[in-house]
């Protein structure tokens, strides 16, 4: 009973926020989906830091507040790794429902709401814990999830029914839905575009969408609702994120096996770099 309480509380104390490390290293980390990994890249030679094997299927990942720890949503183990950045290993994992793909993370409250593809569903999750409170249907295949700055709303996309749902995170239910649409660029199918990725500027005033199939990034005016440039990307484009200073655009491209490196200013390609197999996501340290 001795060595099981142990056990326990090792776990438990891997998912507990971890001191100060150094932060702002810059490294880029890349989920990549069939060769269940992460690719830490270094960020001024783009060459490889570590190869990283995780749980099967990574996708979406977010750093703590503090950066002490990366979480890693692994669609077909059911889990969320739990990386501490300064050892670059896993060392916990949270249990979510079936097929985890995207979430967001609220530290203060210490909870991950997280969207599970198969599961047509979003699992409440206290991190400390280790449980799931509440399990929210939602239409079939749930992609984005954004947590309102005060925590009482959770938005969270359907990808196949076009909706968004507002959901009550501490009641565990959904309180609206909102009808949603795709607008393809010029020369594409419409077939081809589906909207996925999405980052914005710290001034909101530009937002950036990877468009999948259709190999491009849409540069979105957002006070006009306007489109003011398309990026030409790699093959199925689809996670994204912005550099710190916001100079440099990093886009995943799932059929390249690839990350886009955009000059944000230029809104020109600069390099793409080879990862794993089917690269979905990417984060930095900084």
């Known amino acids: 009973m001795r060595e099981v309480l142990f056990v326990l509380a090792l776990g438990a104390a891997a998912l ?32 490889v830091v570590k190869d990283l094997k995780v749980s099967r299927r ?3 990942m977010h750093f703590s507040p503090d950066h002490s720890r990366l979480y890693v ?3 077909d183990d059911d889990v969320i790794d739990v990386i501490d950045v300064a050892k670059l290993e896993v060392v916990g994992k949270l249990a979510t429902g079936p097929s985890p793909e995207t979430f967001a993370l609220d530290d203060r409250r210490r909870r991950i709401y997280v969207a599970n593809e198969e599961g047509s569903s979003v699992s409440v999750i206290d991190i ?17 999830v954004l947590i309102s700055e005060d925590g009482k709303t959770l938005y ?16 565990g239910f959904v309180t609206a839905d909102v009808v949603v649409g795709t607008r393809p660029p010029p020369g594409m199918r419409k077939t081809d575009v589906t909207p996925v990725g999405l ?16 190999a491009h990034v849409a540069v979105v005016d957002v006070a006009t609702r ?36 955009i000059d944000a200013k230029s809104r020109k390609a600069i390099i793409s770099v080879p990862v794993g ?3 979905w996501g990417v984060a930095i340290d900084d």
């Open 226 to 261: 306007k489109i003011a440039a398309y990026i030409l990307v790699g093959k199925r484009s689809w996670g994204a994120t912005l550099s710190r200073d916001e100079s440099k655009l990093f886009v995943a491209n799932g059929f390249g096996d690839d990350v886009t490196v």
């Open 156 to 171: 969270v996309t359907s990808e196949v029914s076009d909706l968004v749902h507002m959901i009550d995170p501490d009641g």
């Open 277 to 279: 197999r089917i690269p």
């Open 16 to 47: 507990l926020p971890a001191p100060s490390h150094c932060k702002d290293t810059g490294l880029i980390f890349v989920s990549n989906e069939k060769s269940n990994n992460l690719i830490i890249l270094d960020p001024q030679t783009y060459q």
């Open 73 to 75: 949503a692994c669609g």
């Open 128 to 144: 400390d814990q280790n449980i799931i409170v509440h399990e929210v249907p939602t239409g079939a295949e749930p992609e984005g």
């Open 199 to 214: 980052v914005m500027t710290k001034d909101g005033r530009t937002a950036y969408v990877t468009l999948g199939h259709a």
């Open 58 to 60: 990574p996708r979406d």
